[in-house]
């Protein structure tokens, strides 16, 4: 099992950056695959970004595709969220989800297949 620990959010004017992180316990975080989700007010839950075990392999939403960079350290057993150009559009509470032992190139991009949530970092944007 792995506990999940967001952190980074806050407000930023549109045009900004934020880093998102996701500090995960344990010892075998190399053993998860990791994603980014967003829920605005009102809306479902979205994916946003996804990182494969191994870091080799990176998917995004159409959305931030450009802007956001999805990244992990390993040995820091974090993943991280690099935002650039933010958008009013942006603004969202971001869970950082983890998933265990799929095959090491996989990402996941669907929240049903995550097992392991964090308890989100509110990111606003004001534009």
């Known amino acids: 099992q792995v506990q999940l620990v967001e952190s980074g959010g806050g407000l930023v004017q549109a045009g900004g950056s934020l880093r998102l992180s996701c500090a995960a316990s344990g010892r075998t975080f190399s053993s998860y695959a990791m994603g980014w989700f967003r ?14 075990r191994s870091g080799g392999s990176t998917y995004y939403a159409d959305s931030v595709k450009g802007r956001f960079t999805i990244s992990r350290d390993n040995a820091k057993n974090t993943v991280y969220l690099q935002m650039n150009s933010l958008k009013a559009e942006d603004t969202a509470v971001y869970y950082c989800a983890a998933q265990r032992a799929p095959p090491p190139s996989i990402v996941l991009v669907r929240a049903q297949t995550y097992d392991y949530w964090g308890q989100g970092t509110q990111v606003t944007v004001s534009s």
Do not use: M, T
């Open 39 to 52: 829920q605005a007010p009102g809306k479902e839950r979205e994916f946003v970004a996804a990182i494969s």
